[in-house]
């Protein structure tokens, strides 16, 4: 099972919303990455957790909260976001820190309306 | 700064010829590259890999050269169909404070009937 399962695939939300983008994988790995990738553009790397722990912080934002609840987890808590923040989010799991085999999700489509 | 980029932004092949698709970087540190697929709408496939004690790997239908003299990469696609139509990345694990998965610019393949 290669599989990092996202969810949603969509959302919208006002600029007043809170919301959460979840990532689950089951393949034992024990790094965990959200990237956001805009239209054209390659995914940009925004966190990535090792051992559940946080490790890089890419100057995200604070309106970009990730947290990892258990080796299998991500998630990306979203408040205040802005119009600009209209993206793809990807999240992507691999062996340890570095991308070692990074297998990624399908992504969340967000808009912020 | 240090990125890794592409020498072209589209290229075009007919069906059943064979592709090239290269990818130049910058960080000599770095020790590990993916290549990735990437379809409209979906999240990055993972293709092939290869680490920096190796020049060339091979997959099915795909297989990647690693020159470290030149700080070069190269995707090869086999006798290519219209499913490889999709934009590719490579990606480097650059070594900062610690590793990062970074991405560089993308290259368009489209293959014509």
């Known amino acids: 099972d290669t599989e990092v399962t996202q969810t949603p695939k969509h959302l919208v939300m006002g600029m007043t919303n809170k919301k959460s983008l979840k990532c689950e994988q089951h393949?034992?790995?024990?790094?965990m990455y959200w990237y956001k990738q805009k239209a054209k553009k390659p995914p940009e790397l925004m966190f990535v957790?090792?051992?559940?722990?946080?490790?890089i912080n890419e100057s995200v934002p604070s309106r970009f909260s990730p947290e990892c609840p258990n080796s299998s987890l991500l998630n990306l808590h979203l408040h205040a976001l802005q119009p600009e923040d209209s993206a793809l989010y990807l999240c992507?799991?691999?062996?340890?820190?570095?991308?070692?085999?990074?297998?990624f999700g399908q992504g969340t489509r967000l808009t912020v309306v | 700064g240090e990125s890794v980029g592409l020498h072209l932004p589209t290229l075009s092949v007919q069906e059943g010829d064979n592709s090239i698709i290269n990818c130049a970087y910058s960080?000599?540190?770095?020790?590990?590259f993916i290549w990735y697929k990437q379809e409209s709408g979906k999240g990055p496939q993972f293709i092939i890999d290869?680490?920096?004690?190796?020049d060339k790997r091979q997959g099915q239908r795909v297989t990647v050269l690693l020159n470290k003299t030149v700080k070069h990469l190269s995707l090869q696609i086999a006798a290519t169909q219209p499913g490889d139509s999709a934009v590719y990345f490579c990606?480097?694990?650059?070594?900062?404070?610690?590793?990062?998965?970074?991405f560089g610019s993308g290259t368009r393949l489209l293959v014509r009937p």
């Open positions: 992507a799991s691999s062996q340890v820190t570095g991308g070692l085999e990074a297998f």
């Open positions: 393949m034992g790995h024990r790094a």
């Open positions: 957790y090792s051992y559940e722990k946080l490790s």
């Open positions: 960080n000599s540190a770095s020790d590990y």
């Open positions: 290869i680490r920096s004690n190796m």
């Open positions: 990606a480097e694990n650059k070594k900062d404070s610690s590793y990062k998965l970074i």
